[in-house]
């Protein structure tokens, strides 16, 4: 009889965060995958569980992924965790899921810690509808998808952001969403917990020049705004700081006019 795989989420900050259940199911399963061997042992030192922990990452994920398979199989029951919070998250973890569901191997998610929902409700947004992102692809065109996309979300947006990247993919947003607000949640559960609220510009000027630790952004979700001239919007987009090409693009794909024609008018501007 094959064994099961629990998804067991750790804490994001403060080691107390972490439910009776998970602290049970790392003491019995046979097997404990993580994302950082190094940050779990230091939490199974922590409530003094010692078992066997293997390595499994984005990088490793294809062949670690077959011989946790094969341990399942085998009968073993295998725990997975990841950094913190909930393992399957903008993380590897998922891969792993899909390949047991595949095999028909049990899969059991446990509830516990996540960045997401604790940033939300402390944000003071919408909590009744909202959308998850993940982290911002890095490849131009779709960056510049994704970030339409968020400019014209209603929902509460949720994206994850590394501390070396926040403040340009801030600058990014700007011209997007303009007037809407915007909370940075970081280091969450942690000594140095804080979050920073106000217009991107408000929060830019409040972060300062060495950012550390874990960050959640929120964006409020857009609203219905009564339809803009094409010349005030594609002036709005640049003086946002903009790129003339990127708001010429952006003014037509907002109002659903040919490039062309908004082309015409920049040009018309500039004479």
């Given amino acids: 009889m094959s ?11 403060n080691l107390e965060d972490i439910t009776l259940r998970v602290l049970r199911i790392l003491k019995e399963v046979d097997i404990i995958a993580a994302e950082d061997t190094r940050q779990t042992l230091k939490l199974l030192n922590h409530y003094d569980i010692k078992k066997t922990v293997v390595s499994y990452h984005e990088h490793n994920k294809a062949s670690s992924g077959k011989k946790l398979l094969i341990d399942l199989k085998a009968g073993k029951n295998v725990a997975l965790v990841t950094d913190a919070g ?6 590897p973890g998922e891969d792993l899921v899909k ?10 998610s446990l509830p516990g810690a996540t960045a997401i929902t604790t940033a939300l409700v402390g944000s003071g947004f919408d909590t009744k509808k909202f959308v998850f992102l ?10 510049e998808s994704a970030l339409d996309e968020i400019g014209r979300e209603k929902r509460t947006v949720i994206i994850y952001e590394a501390p070396h990247r926040i403040v340009r993919t801030l600058e990014e947003l700007k011209p997007y969403i303009e007037g809407r607000k915007v909370v940075i949640a970081r280091e969450l559960t ?15 000027s409040k972060l300062g020049d060495d950012v550390k630790g874990e960050i959640v952004v929120l964006i409020e979700g857009g609203r219905d ?7 005030e919007l594609l002036r709005k987009y640049i003086e946002c700081g903009m790129d003339k090409k990127e708001a010429i693009k952006l003014t037509a794909k907002q109002l659903k006019i040919p490039k062309s024609e908004i082309y015409k008018l920049a040009l018309k501007d500039e004479s």
């Fill in 190 to 204: 942690k000594v140095h917990e804080e979050y920073i609220r106000g217009t991107a510009d408000e929060v830019l």
């Fill in 225 to 231: 705004e009564v339809a803009m001239e094409p010349e």
């Fill in 86 to 91: 909930t393992p399957g998250i903008s993380d």
């Fill in 99 to 108: 390949l047991c569901l595949e095999e028909k191997i049990n899969v059991v």
């Fill in 3 to 13: 064994g099961s795989l629990y998804l067991c989420p750790t804490p994001i900050g």
């Fill in 134 to 143: 993940g982290f911002l692809p890095t490849k131009k065109s779709e960056r």
